[in-house]
């Protein structure tokens, strides 16, 4: 079935840099992007989130990119501070054909935040 | 204190035995979902529930069971035929409607010993 995908397993950035995580999607039919936040032990918190209609939006430090075109979608984190470092997930939202609204999830890109 | 409460947080069972995680919500959410993680991997849907007295089949739902009697509440059972049940499992919640986010609880950490 199609699924949310990441180009990147790890990331590492120092203290201070920007960072950005990338994630390919391949059903054209989402609607509503999600990029979630966890750290080690924990459940997943909500970051930022896109419609379909938009191709940015920003928020507290994060900016979330949308390219409809080639299904890509990118967080940006501004100034990365240790507190960064975590998994980030991004989601899709999706009503497959003939079933209920569901998320899906990518596999995640470890961010580690070096001092 | 709204949110949604997963327990208990950590759980041992032995082999052939069935266990319920319980996962319930005061955010007043139609839907209501179970994922299963295991290490360095993403979020896989085992069963989801968009209403009281239903529930669809995710992705992985072979060994698992669910149930929807109230809004509040979607225990999970890992049954027997689960056979490799050990990993940290996470319950979340969300409004209905296409353009809602999903609030996560903590999560049980499953071990089969």
């Known amino acids: 079935g199609e699924s949310v995908g990441l180009h990147l397993p790890t990331l590492s950035v120092q203290e201070g840099d920007n960072s950005i995580i990338n994630c390919a999607y391949s059903?054209?039919?989402?609607?509503?992007f999600i990029w979630y936040k966890q750290e080690s032990g924990k459940g997943p918190q909500f970051i930022i989130d896109?419609?379909?209609?938009?191709d940015k939006r920003q928020g507290q430090r994060v900016t979330v990119l949308l390219n409809k075109t080639v299904k890509h979608l990118s967080l940006q984190i501004a100034a990365t501070q240790p507190g960064d470092s975590a998994v980030y997930f991004c989601?899709?939202?999706?009503?497959?054909?003939?079933?209920?609204?569901?998320?899906?999830f990518g596999s995640g890109t470890q961010l580690t935040v070096l001092p | 204190d709204g949110g949604i409460t997963q327990s208990p947080k950590y759980l041992f069972r032995k082999e052939g035995q069935n266990v319920t995680l319980s996962c319930e919500q005061n955010?007043?959410?139609?839907?209501m979902y179970w994922y299963r993680q295991d290490p360095g991997q993403g979020l896989r849907l085992i069963y989801y529930?968009?209403?009281?007295?239903?529930?669809q089949k995710g992705d992985i739902a072979e060994g698992y069971s669910v149930s929807r009697e109230k809004k509040e509440s979607f225990p999970l059972t890992v049954t027997s035929a689960q056979k490799n049940p050990t990993a940290f499992y996470l319950c979340?919640?969300?409004?209905?409607?296409?353009?809602?986010?999903?609030?996560f609880g903590q999560g049980t950490r499953l071990t089969v010993v």
């Open positions: 896109i419609r379909s209609n938009m």
């Open positions: 529930s968009q209403i009281v007295n239903d529930f």
């Open positions: 979340a919640s969300s409004s209905s409607g296409p353009n809602t986010e999903a609030f």
């Open positions: 955010l007043n959410h139609d839907a």
């Open positions: 989601a899709e939202n999706i009503q497959p054909s003939g079933s209920a609204r569901q998320l899906t």
């Open positions: 059903n054209s039919a989402s609607d509503y």
